[in-house]
């Protein structure tokens, strides 16, 4: 098993409810075993696009599921949960983005690991932070 750490974060309807239901999602997925989940904060949007503010935060997994077979669990959980994924940067349902997969590195077409851009969310860091990761 693997410890990783999942970005979370729903900007579109009922948020928080968007967010609990991903974690109860990610809990019926083999192979997946929810730790713990960070304190969720609401952010601006770190886009140019007009929307509304997110809630954010973290969730620790152990998994011993492969990177991209990972990946392609969360894209399912965010297509259930109603993400389309039209223009990029939009507003969202749900997003699930996988922030470190114990210390592995990945970088291919699909997926970067660690996440690029996790120095750029302070949401992120403090959620990182809060479980002992940061």
Do not use: W
């Not at 507003?91 to 996790?118: M, W």
């Not at 302070?122 to 959620?127: A, I, K």
């Amino acid at each position: 098993m693997v410890t990783c750490y999942i970005g979370v974060g729903s900007n579109l309807g009922d948020r928080q409810k968007y967010i609990d239901s991903s974690i109860e999602e990610l809990k019926k997925v083999r192979g997946v075993s929810v730790t713990r989940v960070s304190s969720i904060y609401e952010t601006l949007p770190a886009s140019d696009i007009p929307q509304g503010k997110y809630l954010n935060g973290v969730i620790e997994i152990e998994t011993s599921l492969k990177p991209i077979s990972l990946l392609k669990e969360l894209n399912r959980v965010e297509e259930e949960l109603g993400r389309k994924r039209a223009v990029r940067n939009a507003a969202r349902t749900i997003d699930l983005d996988i922030l470190y997969y114990g210390d592995e590195k990945v970088k291919n077409k699909d997926l970067i690991i660690p996440h690029p851009r996790i120095q750029e969310r302070e949401f992120v860091l403090r959620g990182l932070r809060e479980l002992g990761r940061a």
